[in-house]
């Protein structure tokens, strides 16, 4: 609960800034900084070599695993700032447009702070304290969001956006260090660094490939279609990535830990995935449904009447991340069992089909709305990958799933066709009034469909929900790590 609440209100208040953003800058800004964020989430992708999720799983020698980690993630900080840095003068061959290089070289600097908070933030998330490691994201946020905006209306351009970029990541390093009491003694041990490089190199494969799969679709819009595009590409996927994708996110770094402490009780693993998927399509089933339905009101009120051509984008990349979040406790289910190898695998086996498949579509169409609609097509086979192995390597029938996702598609199904027939209804009311009435309208309808489908799990949702805030703050972890 404190990291969706933190983080949703962390992703309102960027909402509400790229809101603001997209009346003071043009698609072509917005297109510019994604090629820049396109590039550097390759680097990115690295993170800490999966150096994170090997100190969350060991639960050995936990200060000299921690001593070890902080000074491996420097190092690959410092490198990933120096590989950006190189590289930056390579992207002129993707990007006619000279200020390109120096916005990577600035923006890379967010390798650095963010190497510096990494071991701490990994403890904060191993003994579960998610209200000291979300805050941060907050405060980074709103920070953030008001230097972009001050920055744009000072006339800084696309430069507001990088260096908003870097002064988040920078507040975001700063507030790790202030709610973690952990220090670093900058010791090293081999034997625990040998542990946290076995167990992180899947991570990193998976992260990189995961990257590449993930932004398939604005790679090629970027490459095929242009600036215009990807510009119109970045403004659309604000709201499915802030509702929905980062539903998922903040899951998995509540999930995982768990999961990892349940690991020798393969009954209780079992149940924990299942009921997780379950609440999950609870929550964005009708969410992506609702997007889609409401987003031809959504866009110019939000956004303004200039983007009205990323209506359509949004549609499809809000039944995208719907799909995507589905299957998506399946990897963490793979990291707690120590088998981080099988979701690199997997992908490996997912880019076979998904590259090709979007540059058929894209080179037919030139339309970012296409590429996008290809990614959905091989998300949908890859769902039902990732489902039918976690029920492999866990052992139980893949039938279960049925119970799992019955109610929210049949609830979000009927959802949707009434919300349809109500915008029919009011269609010569303004954008502003019939978004207004829509979305109360299709959540009372979904709640009691909820309540009529799974009235028992609806209770032990709100049972949970108020033990939640009646529960005490998380308790100091049994073998605290020393200051």
């Known amino acids: 609960m404190w990291s969706y609440i933190v983080y949703f209100s962390s992703r309102l208040f960027t909402m509400l800034s790229t809101a603001v953003l997209a009346r003071l800058l043009v698609p072509d800004d917005f297109g510019l900084i994604s090629y820049a964020l396109l590039l550097l989430n390759f680097i990115e992708a690295t993170q800490d070599f999966g150096i994170k999720d090997a100190l969350i799983y060991s639960s050995e020698r936990q200060d000299d695993t921690a001593d070890s980690a902080?000074?491996?993630?420097?190092?690959?900080?410092?490198?990933?700032?120096?590989?950006?840095?190189l590289l930056a003068p390579i992207s002129l061959r993707l990007v006619d447009d000279p200020r390109i290089v120096p916005m990577l070289r600035v923006m890379a600097l967010t390798f650095i702070f963010n190497a510096l908070g990494n071991t701490h933030d990994g403890?904060?998330?191993?003994?579960?304290?998610?209200?000291?490691?979300?805050?941060?994201?907050?405060?980074?946020?709103?920070?953030?969001g008001i230097a972009a905006i001050v920055l744009a209306l000072l006339g800084f351009g696309v430069w507001s956006l990088v260096s908003s970029h870097v002064i988040g990541s920078m507040v975001r390093m700063i507030g790790k260090w202030v709610l973690c009491s952990w220090r670093p003694r900058f010791r090293f041990f081999m034997d625990r660094a040998r542990m946290l490089w076995g167990y992180g190199v899947y991570i990193l494969l998976f992260n990189l490939l995961g990257v590449a799969l993930e932004q398939a679709d604005q790679m090629f819009i970027g490459l095929l279609l242009g600036e215009t595009q990807l510009g119109y590409y970045s403004i659309a996927a604000r709201v499915p990535e802030m509702i929905l994708i980062n539903f998922s996110l903040v899951l998995t770094k509540v999930i995982f830990p768990a999961y990892a402490k349940l690991k020798e009780d393969r009954a209780?693993?079992?149940?924990?995935?299942?009921?997780?998927?379950?609440?999950?399509?609870?929550?964005?089933?009708?969410?992506?449904?609702?997007?889609?339905?409401?987003?031809?009101?959504?866009?110019?009120?939000?956004?303004?009447?200039?983007?009205?051509?990323?209506?359509?984008?949004?549609q499809v990349l809000a039944l995208l991340g719907m799909v995507a979040t589905l299957p998506w406790s399946a990897g963490d289910v793979f990291k707690a069992l120590g088998r981080p190898d099988i979701s690199t695998k997997l992908l490996l086996v997912e880019g076979m089909y998904t590259f090709p498949l979007i540059w058929v579509m894209t080179t037919r169409t030139?339309?970012?709305?296409?590429?996008?609609?290809?990614?959905?097509?091989a998300l949908m086979i890859t769902t039902v990958l990732r489902l039918w192995l976690a029920s492999r390597f866990l052992a139980f029938s893949p039938k279960r799933y049925i119970s799992v996702f019955r109610s929210p598609l049949v609830g979000g199904g009927i959802m949707f066709v009434v919300v349809m027939l109500w915008r029919s209804l009011v269609s010569d009311w303004s954008d502003l009034a019939i978004l207004v009435t829509t979305i109360p309208i299709g959540g009372l309808v979904y709640l009691a469909l909820l309540w009529w489908l799974e009235r028992d799990e609806v209770l032990e949702a709100w049972e949970i929900f108020r033990g939640a805030l009646r529960r005490p703050s998380v308790p100091a972890p049994s073998e605290p790590v020393e200051p």
């Open 268 to 314: 209780r693993l079992i149940q924990g995935f299942l009921t997780t998927t379950k609440y999950t399509a609870f929550v964005t089933v009708p969410i992506g449904l609702g997007i889609v339905a409401i987003a031809p009101e959504m866009v110019p009120v939000v956004f303004g009447e200039q983007w009205e051509p990323a209506i359509i984008l949004v």
């Open 123 to 144: 403890l904060l998330q191993k003994e579960l304290l998610f209200k000291q490691r979300y805050i941060p994201d907050l405060f980074s946020a709103v920070i953030k």
């Open 70 to 85: 902080f000074l491996m993630n420097i190092g690959i900080g410092l490198l990933q700032y120096g590989l950006a840095f």
């Open 366 to 377: 030139p339309l970012a709305v296409t590429a996008s609609f290809a990614n959905l097509l």
